[in-house]
């Protein structure tokens, strides 16, 4: 009986090779069946795993994570009661929603959030806002006599690295019953400054605020798009879009060319971990930033746009933090015509029943221990003071608009 050659090296080289590849494809396909159809929330994570899908079927994916929220608001200064449909989107299995907060600033006292997703509809718990960045995060909880866990699609956020120019945009437009899908892409990789603008007083146009951290993007059938969440196709959610600005075409000067706007999610890492913890301890006792409250600022990008919009009040303009027209003093005029970036006190700034700066001074800087921040506009206050800690002492910098080139100190605890 012959004996069977032994296998030349060549082919154990080949079947060793073999056997790993083909191990690591059954591993490849265990884990996409995983994350697909046993653990399939994470829409992110799906997309980098099984980078094949059709625009069809990420679109699909996307749309599971766009969310509905209705609540009533009320006028602070009509007391008019009025229903509200707003857009948002999951970023937590368990129903963390991030969506625009100039709708919520004025949500009625007892009117409750109804949150229409993909896995069904919940209550919602307001937690957090800030128009600084015009973000707010709501809670998902189950309606009542309901129980069990929540589980929903959601997506991971775009940081500001991935701001890049992009032809490959997703944007799902308020969820009604077909949950719109549109194309897009960036307009350019850089931030704009838009203002929005409101009514008050029987003044039909003032400005609200200005956003300072937003991009423009284009949009399949712009005309009749209103509102929408924007996702890149890698996985990630961009931002939510909040209006739009007309522009003249550089080859058509009499042409309008829309751009619509979002303001990037990604801005919620600012507040998100002390805002959840403290909703996550005490319901009742939501997070708060003192200290940011009490700073009642502008900026020198807020007053290029309410001097240019002077309507209604040519001796004042309008402050939306407080709801009241503020004068153009003498020295607001001087931190005008300065243009030092810094930002400047309307009012007193007040901590602890005590008065740490006077209005009408320019904030240029704080220091925090050892390292010292700018304040070159109130987006960068604001980003500055989320980074505090009770307890911490804080250093205000700041200067008179009469002598912007000797930096004066103020000193406070918080």
């Not at 653990?39 to 059709?54: D, E």
Request: glycine fraction near 4%; hydrophobic fraction near 40%; charged fraction near 20%.
């Amino acid at each position: 009986m012959g004996r069977s050659k032994p296998m030349s090296t060549s082919m154990k080289v080949f079947w060793i090779i073999f056997s790993i590849i083909l191990s690591l494809a059954v591993i490849y396909m265990f884990v996409v069946i995983y994350f697909y159809y046993i653990s399939p929330n994470n829409i992110s994570l799906k997309l980098k795993i099984w980078p094949f899908n059709s625009d069809d079927a990420i679109a699909e994916m996307y749309s599971d994570t766009t969310v509905k929220l209705e609540f009533e608001t009320q006028d602070p200064e009509t007391n008019e009661v009025s229903s509200v449909t707003i857009v948002g989107v999951n970023i937590k299995e368990d129903g963390v929603i991030v969506t625009l907060y100039d709708q919520l600033r004025y949500i009625k006292q007892d009117s409750p959030i109804t949150v229409t997703t993909s896995n069904g509809i919940f209550a919602g718990d307001f937690v957090y806002g800030d128009m600084n960045y015009n973000l707010a995060l709501i809670k998902c909880k189950n309606k009542e006599g309901k129980s069990g866990s929540i589980k929903i699609p959601y997506v991971e956020i775009a940081q500001e690295s991935d701001m890049q120019h992009c032809d490959n945009l997703f944007v799902i437009s308020a969820p009604d019953a077909s949950k719109k899908v549109r194309k897009g892409d960036l307009f350019d990789n850089t931030k704009a400054v838009v203002p929005k603008y409101t009514s008050f007083s029987n003044v039909s146009k003032v400005v609200d605020y200005v956003m300072k951290d937003c991009y423009l993007f284009n949009v399949e059938s712009a005309i009749d798009f209103t509102s929408g969440v924007v996702y890149n196709k890698s996985g990630n959610v961009f931002g939510l879009s909040a209006g739009y600005v007309e522009e003249e075409s550089s080859s058509k000067p009499t042409t309008l060319i829309r751009y619509q706007i979002y303001l990037p999610v990604y801005n919620i890492s600012h507040f998100y971990d002390s805002a959840m913890n403290a909703y996550q301890k005490d319901e009742e006792n939501l997070y708060q930033n003192l200290v940011l409250q009490e700073m009642k600022v502008v900026d020198l990008y807020d007053m290029s746009w309410h001097k240019e919009e002077i309507s209604g009040n040519e001796n004042g303009f309008y402050f939306s933090e407080t709801r009241e027209w503020k004068e153009y003093t003498s020295k607001l005029e001087q931190f005008i015509d300065n243009r030092v970036d810094s930002v400047f006190l309307v009012d007193d700034f007040m901590h602890n029943g005590e008065t740490v700066l006077e209005a009408g001074n320019n904030i240029v800087s704080i220091k925090i221990g050892a390292s010292t921040y700018k304040t070159t506009d109130k987006l960068a206050l604001a980003n500055v003071l989320y980074a505090t800690k009770d307890g911490q002492k804080i250093i205000l910098n700041y200067t008179t608009v009469d002598d912007t080139a000797t930096i004066l100190s103020k000193e406070f605890v918080i």
